[in-house]
Structure formats: structure tokens, C-alpha cells
């Protein structure tokens, strides 16, 4: 139940404020001065916030910089409808200001050494998804993930797609490769929802100086008193880690009272075990344990 009560305050304190759906995943929705990056090869500056003004200038990927209001205006590329934003920038010993397409800027970024990871969400479509008796139309989004150096050359970009539903609120982070055979660091990604029922999403991507290498995916998902479902990885060098191995522990739990009155959880608990060589992951085993129930006052 703590896990449960912990999500709700999470969540609660991160969309204490209303912002539109669209704009979750870049964050920018607020004036003054917000610090971004330019997630793409190459974008235009325009004088005014709409595709006939006077072209400024152009940046190229990992520009920094700010974000000094959003504008009512939205453009819609590729299926994501966003706004404009006016930003200021450092150029040529000059501070300059101009119009940018917010869907330019990285969602995310963070930096490890010399390398600096960044995220963007390059587009956005639907698609019918058939699960078990039913079928909907899913919403998906084509992520891309690049790593540059110093000077701001890209070293490697990987893309895909994954349907994110409502779960628009993005964070990233580098991580130590904490014993993974033949990687420097491991780049992970995270999308979350504003409310219950929602899914906290992580993606992982292993690193090695030259490339991004697909690790597994968790999520951890929760309604409150009614059900949670918890994953966790083990890395080798983390407690209870073996060699060359990603353990994920899985926790899945239902109140079986009705009514939801009171707490009393039916706990299923499972283990999966994955190989990693170095360039690929494969899951080798699976453990069930015994389902216990868990009560709570």
C-alpha cells in the first residue's frame, strides 16, 4: 500500500498545474525563461510565429536555448499539433531572439562525460491495436534517441514507436552500466500520467561509445486500493545481481475486498530472467512464487 499511496502524492505534485496534453512531453508551457535544446539536425528562426514570416536564422542540434513565452498559435507536423514559441538564443557574440516550432526542441536531455543524450518526439499517429476480445485505435508516438559529442556532432541515433496513451509527462536520465557486459552507461527514458490507471513507462537503451543497444522495458501501473503492478530490475553489480544477467522482479497485487473498504491484497509475485552478451538481450527463465495476501488497517 505504500507504493500505492507514494504514486498518488507523486503525481499529484507533478500536475498541480493544468498544462494542455500535447505539451507534457517538451514542458515548456511556462514564460520566463526556460531552459531547452535543439533536438534536430537543422530548424528555422522566424521573426513571427507562423511559416510565411521572415526566416531569422537556423539552428543546429544541441543549441541551448530559452524559452521566453508560448504563443497561442499551434502548427501541426506530423500529426503533433504544437505551439510556437518565442526563444533567445547566443549566436555570433549576440544574444538574438525569434520563433521557433516547440516540436524542434528535445523533450530531454542529459549528459555523461563528454557525451550529451537527447530525446525527441519526432511524430504521432493511430493505429488499431487488437488486445485479447476487443479492438481501439492506439495512439503511438515515434521517439528518437541521439547521442552527441562535445562539438556537437551526432555519434549515433536510434528511433521507434510505442504507444504512450495519457502517459505525456516525460523524464531522462544516464545511468552507471552497472556491470552489463561491453557498455559505458545505460540511457533510460520515462513517460508517466497525470492520474490513476495510468502507466509509468521506462525504456532502456545500453550504451557503448558507438551505439544505442535495446534493453527490456518495465512499467509499474497502480489504482489506488483497487490493484498495483510493480517492476524492478537487478542489475550484475546491484545486490542480489549475477553475472551477465537482468533480473526483473514483478509484482502484481488485487483487493479482493469488493466493496473496497478495507486492504486486503491477493500478491502474485514472478521473476524474469534475461542474458545479455553485449549486443543483445534474450529471456532465458521465468519464476512464479507462491501468491500470499497482504492486509492492511
Not at 537527447?118 to 491495436?129: E, G, P, Q, R, W
Not at 476480445?133 to 541521439?146: H, L, N
Not at 558507438?210 to 490493484?227: C, S
Amino acid at each position: 500500500m505504500k507504493k500505492i499511496i507514494l504514486f498518488i502524492l507523486f503525481t499529484n505534485f507533478i500536475f498541480s498545474q493544468e498544462i494542455p496534453s500535447e505539451n507534457y512531453f517538451w514542458f515548456l508551457s511556462y514564460e520566463g525563461k526556460t531552459e531547452g535544446i535543439i533536438g534536430v539536425k537543422n530548424c528555422y528562426i522566424r521573426e513571427e510565429s507562423n511559416t510565411s514570416s521572415k526566416l531569422l536564422d537556423s539552428l543546429q542540434i544541441g543549441t541551448k536555448i530559452k524559452v521566453l513565452s508560448t504563443t497561442d498559435g499551434t502548427l501541426n507536423i506530423k500529426g503533433l499539433d504544437l505551439s510556437w514559441v518565442e526563444i533567445e538564443y547566443y549566436k555570433n557574440h549576440q544574444i538574438k531572439t525569434g520563433f521557433l516550432w516547440k516540436g524542434f526542441i528535445a523533450v530531454g536531455n542529459t549528459t555523461r562525460g563528454n557525451t550529451t543524450f537527447l530525446t525527441t518526439i519526432d511524430s504521432k499517429y493511430s493505429k488499431k491495436v487488437q488486445r485479447d476480445d476487443y479492438e481501439y485505435a492506439g495512439e503511438f508516438y515515434r521517439i528518437s534517441v541521439k547521442a552527441i559529442d562535445s562539438e556537437n556532432q551526432i555519434i549515433s541515433e536510434k528511433s521507434f514507436s510505442k504507444e504512450l496513451s495519457e502517459s505525456h509527462f516525460f523524464q531522462n536520465s544516464a545511468i552507471s552500466s552497472w556491470g552489463l557486459k561491453d557498455l559505458n552507461s545505460i540511457y533510460r527514458i520515462s513517460f508517466s500520467g497525470e492520474a490513476c490507471g495510468i502507466p509509468t513507462l521506462h525504456y532502456y537503451l545500453g550504451w557503448n561509445g558507438r551505439e544505442f543497444l535495446e534493453l527490456p522495458e518495465k512499467y509499474d501501473i497502480g489504482d489506488a486500493g483497487a490493484y498495483y503492478h510493480t517492476e524492478e530490475f537487478v542489475f550484475p553489480k546491484e545486490k542480489g545481481g549475477q553475472p551477465d544477467t537482468i533480473i526483473k522482479n514483478i509484482t502484481e497485487a488485487e483487493n479482493t475486498d469488493e466493496n473496497l473498504e478495507g486492504y486486503t491484497f491477493l500478491v502474485k509475485k514472478s521473476i524474469e530472467y534475461y542474458s545479455w552478451d553485449g549486443k543483445n538481450y534474450k529471456l532465458i527463465k521465468t519464476q512464479k512464487l507462491k501468491p500470499y495476501i497482504e492486509k492492511e488497517d
